[in-house]
């Protein structure tokens, strides 16, 4: 054990002192943002437009890669409006994808400058930022009613970019999908959904002749669905300041808000396509992910394992939980007294829950474990070798699991017919433990053995949703030396169980002393 202290402590120490490096300054991380971009295309000749994130003084991307085929790129370069577009044309008719992954570095401290043009605004860019649109309608009568009742209302800010904000921001009312999502719809009714709001708001600066623009971008954080998000910039003095009214944002974004595309909407436009579907992911990457990461190869790299694609780190720092689970199980066992279906088959079943809807895993296991029992007393009548047997409730299990979770999805009680990933040989095997334990020792003490495999599974689920811990032992492995000491320390316990104590508890009460003679 204290070999194994003392070479896990050296190992992280070592470690650490070679990836120091490659840590991250404070408030600073490093994100991957995924495009997947799919649509149809009737003739040749369609044209595809996807923006990209464009540099600002607190996030920069430092590495682009874009795949796709049968696509002809045109440019990729900075616009005007300061948007980095991606233009690519068809040359067939039929399907087509489009799969971006783009590597950022965000900070909190403004530490670049932004590409983008400088100096005062020119007279067609300004024209492009005053101009009327079919969901900004300036010269609407809403527009103009709600514009001059602003100006006249009493207690309103000297400042009328302000008064223009509160107003959109506080005192429309929020909608659902039934609110308007144009500037003219949101102020006739005073209501309106996040993009009626922003759009409400750029209307009421051009029609007070200050040129305000659209921005649409991300905001970088840890989140289950990713979905663009639309805010507004007014042009002051010679320099874009943003207002975002859905959040109440006034003058400065978070540094977090990383914009793509400007004066618009649309992440990616097209234009002769159809049936277009974007979807957008976003991970948290490892700081040995980082642009300082490109250096020359080293044998010794063998040991990083976050130099692995990205693709497998989430993967691997589940398995590298696995020992904990392990752990887990050897302490009930051994030191609680818990019994349970096998060694390993709480934790591969809780392994099993990490991947899937953990409320429909529930489900699908009760279901699936009850409709094994049955089959497998009725498979007693037939006398089967032990092979065949196992084979045959295998295979009940399976079509059991594949129409449950077919039923669950039709009543709409599941994501999706893969929101569960049981391990079923694991099931099989719990089974048929279960019905020779009801055999030969009853139906109670099975109970127990079942009761005690769902606690530990529990407790195993627990650690195997520990993220961070997972990547931290995908960067520090060593950590498992310290695990391999606690596997010692618990294997060489001679000492009474939890269980024992409860079980024996009359021994120690009034009058033991009696009973042992």
Excluded at 174 to 200: F, I, N, Q, S
Excluded at 392 to 413: A, H, N, Q, R
Excluded at 426 to 434: A, D, G, K, P, Q
Excluded at 482 to 490: D, H, I, N, R
Aim: proline residues 6%.
């Amino acid at each position: 054990m204290a070999a194994l202290v003392i070479a896990g402590a050296l190992g992280v120490a070592l470690r650490a002192s070679g990836r120091r490096e490659l840590h991250l300054l404070d408030g600073d991380s490093v994100w991957r943002l995924t495009y997947d971009v799919r649509f149809d295309v009737e003739r040749p000749g369609a044209r595809i437009r996807v923006a990209l994130p464009a540099d600002t003084p607190h996030s920069r991307v430092f590495r682009q890669d874009v795949s796709y085929s049968d696509l002809t790129a045109e440019r990729m370069r900075p616009s005007r409006s300061e948007s980095r577009e991606l233009s690519l044309s068809a040359v067939r008719a039929g399907e087509y994808r489009i799969v971006a992954r783009l590597d950022l570095h965000l900070c909190r401290e403004a530490r670049w400058q932004p590409n983008g043009p400088v100096g005062p605004l020119r007279a067609d860019d300004r024209a492009q930022a005053l101009r009327a649109t079919p969901t900004i309608q300036v010269n609407s009568p809403a527009v103009e009613n709600t514009l001059r009742s602003l100006r006249n209302a009493p207690g309103r800010s000297a400042d009328l970019v302000h008064a223009l904000f509160e107003f959109c921001a506080f005192e429309l009312e929020p909608g659902g999908d039934t609110a308007p999502d144009d500037a003219a719809g949101a102020l006739e009714t005073g209501r309106a959904g996040p993009l009626g709001r922003v759009r409400a708001f750029v209307a009421l600066c051009r029609a007070s002749k200050m040129a305000a623009r659209l921005v649409t971008g991300f905001e970088i954080r840890e989140t289950a669905g990713l979905r663009p998000h639309t805010w507004a910039e007014v042009l002051v003095g010679e320099a874009w300041v943003p207002y975002d009214p859905e959040n109440g944002y006034s003058g400065e974004m978070p540094h977090r808000f990383v914009p793509v595309r400007r004066d618009g909407v649309e992440i990616v436009h097209t234009s002769g396509a159809r049936d277009l579907e974007a979807s957008y992911a976003l991970m948290r990457l490892p700081p040995g992910s980082g642009p300082w990461a490109s250096r020359p190869r080293h044998v010794l790299d063998i040991l990083d394992l976050t130099r692995l694609p990205l693709e497998v780190h989430q993967v691997l720092s589940l398995i590298l939980l696995l020992p904990l689970g392990a752990l887990v199980t050897s302490v009930f066992r051994t030191m609680i007294g818990i019994r349970t279906f096998g060694t390993f088959t709480p934790a591969l079943i809780a392994l099993s829950f990490v991947f899937a809807d953990w409320r429909t895993g529930v489900l699908v296991f009760a279901a699936v474990l009850a409709l094994g029992l049955a089959s497998r007393s009725l498979l007693e009548r037939l006398k089967l070798l032990m092979v065949p047997r196992l084979s045959v409730v295998l295979t009940l299990v399976v079509l059991s699991i594949v129409f449950l979770v077919s039923v669950l999805d039709y009543y709409g009680l599941t994501p999706s017919a893969q929101a569960v990933l049981l391990p079923m040989v694991i099931l099989t095997m719990t089974v048929e433990r279960f019905y020779v334990t009801t055999e030969e020792d009853g139906v109670r003490f099975a109970l127990q053995l079942l009761g005690g495999t769902v606690l530990v599974a529990f407790c195993c689920f627990l650690v195997l949703c520990w993220n961070r811990v997972g990547r931290m032992l995908l960067a520090y492995p060593e950590l498992h030396l310290f695990t391999l000491a606690a596997l010692v320390l618990v294997g060489r316990y001679t000492g009474y169980r939890l269980s024992e104590l409860w079980r024996f508890r009359d021994l120690a009460g009034p009058g033991s002393e009696d009973r042992r003679a």
